[in-house]
């Protein structure tokens, strides 16, 4: 079936650099979502990406759909401790609603002390 | 405020009991959704409701029920027939349309079968 892969499953890192997630797709995605959870807390909608190519910003963080539609990046520029957190992306090869949503396992942001 | 809100936020259940997490939002959003999150994995699909009184497997039905009586409400409840129910359960609402929308997610509620 469909699937999302995300790595690396953890990135330890110090504060100040740079942290990167990748997720790849088996299949060519209509759009994908970017989620942050926090420790002991609930996914919060980052961003959602849809055309090929497409490169969005937010203050450090960039976010990339690559141009066949089946992978993803997001790349944190200079970490702060407020990054830390597990981030997810979801795909989805259609465009019915959020259940069709594959969830990649997330990269687990830790700041070395 | 506007949100979805769940609860409890720890339940324990005893093997062989049924058990009944809520969730409610206030976002006037027709579809909801039940997620399961293990640790080290991803979110999977338990149930999703796209309007009151319809509701659609997801992934890991097997051992779960819902119903959807109300917009604002969409229940889970873990059966017995559940053999692996301790995990964090996550309730999600989003607008229903043609286009992907924003989820909006609850605290969540950790069930821990003792």
């Known amino acids: 079936g469909q699937q999302v892969m995300q790595i690396p499953q953890y990135q330890h890192v110090q504060e100040g650099e740079d942290f990167t997630t990748y997720c790849n797709s088996s299949?060519?995605?209509?759009?994908i979502q970017w989620y942050k959870q926090r420790p002991g807390g609930h996914p919060v909608f980052l961003i959602q990406?849809?055309?090929s190519g497409e490169v969005k910003k937010q203050k450090r963080l960039t976010f990339q759909f690559g141009e066949a539609k089946k992978n993803s990046s997001l790349h944190i520029t200079a970490t702060q401790t407020t990054d830390v957190g597990t981030y997810f992306c979801?795909?989805?090869?259609?465009?019915?609603?959020?259940?069709?949503?594959?969830w990649g396992a997330g990269t687990k942001l830790i700041i070395k002390p | 405020d506007g949100g979805i809100t769940q609860s409890p936020k720890y339940l324990f259940r005893k093997e062989g009991q049924n058990v009944t997490l809520s969730c409610e939002q206030n976002l006037n959003h027709d579809a909801m959704y039940w997620y399961r999150q293990d640790p080290g994995q991803g979110l999977r699909l338990i149930y999703y409701?796209?309007?009151?009184?319809?509701?659609q497997k997801g992934d890991i039905a097997e051992g779960y029920s819902v119903s959807r009586e109300k917009k604002e409400s969409f229940p889970l409840t873990v059966t017995s027939a559940q053999k692996n129910p301790t995990a964090f359960y996550l309730c999600a609402s989003s607008f229903a349309g043609t286009t992907n929308t924003e989820a909006f997610f609850g605290q969540g509620t950790r069930l821990t079968v003792v």
């Open positions: 990406l849809v055309k």
């Open positions: 409701s796209q309007i009151v009184n319809d509701f």
């Open positions: 979801a795909g989805s090869a259609g465009f019915n609603s959020n259940y069709q949503l594959i």
């Open positions: 299949t060519t995605l209509s759009n």
